[in-house]
Nanobody, 125 residues
Framework: QVQLVESGGGLVQAGGSLRLSCAAS????????MGWFRQGTGKEREFVAS????????YYADSVKGRFTISRDNAKNTVYLQMNSLKPEDTAVYYC??????????????????WGQGTQVTVSS
């Protein structure tokens, strides 16, 4: 079993920055692809960013490319999402997820086995 706990969400003005953290426990996630997803009110959960097990390859949704950066520290069993130049449309609950079957960082919700409880990000205009 893998437990994932997100932190770092909050309320920020448009143009501001936040850094989300995802701390894993129960098992090391160093061999897993990891991802960040988000879900706005009344919307489906969508892909934001993912990273391979070594942290060398990352994928981003077009909507966040150039503004968000995903990274990981396998020694700390933690994944991060640095979010800059935030926009009101980034408002959502952000979830961290682990894909135990793939090491490269899938962009698909259905590929992820373990999910955190989510952290709210609200961007005011």
């Amino acid at each position: 079993q893998v437990q994932l706990v997100e932190s770092g969400g909050g309320l920020v003005q448009a143009g501001g920055s936040l850094r989300l953290s995802c701390a894993a426990s129960g098992r090391t996630v160093s061999s897993y692809g990891m991802g960040w997803f988000r879900q706005g009110t009344g919307k489906e959960r969508e892909f934001v960013a993912s990273i391979d097990r070594n942290g060398g390859v990352a994928y981003y949704a077009d909507s966040v490319k150039g503004r968000f950066t995903i990274s990981r520290d396998n020694a700390k069993n933690t994944v991060y999402l640095q979010m800059n130049s935030l926009k009101p449309e980034d408002t959502a609950v952000y979830y961290c997820a682990a894909d135990t079957d793939r090491a490269w960082g899938s962009t698909k919700v259905r590929d992820y086995d373990y999910w955190g409880q989510g952290t709210q990000v609200t961007v005011s205009s």
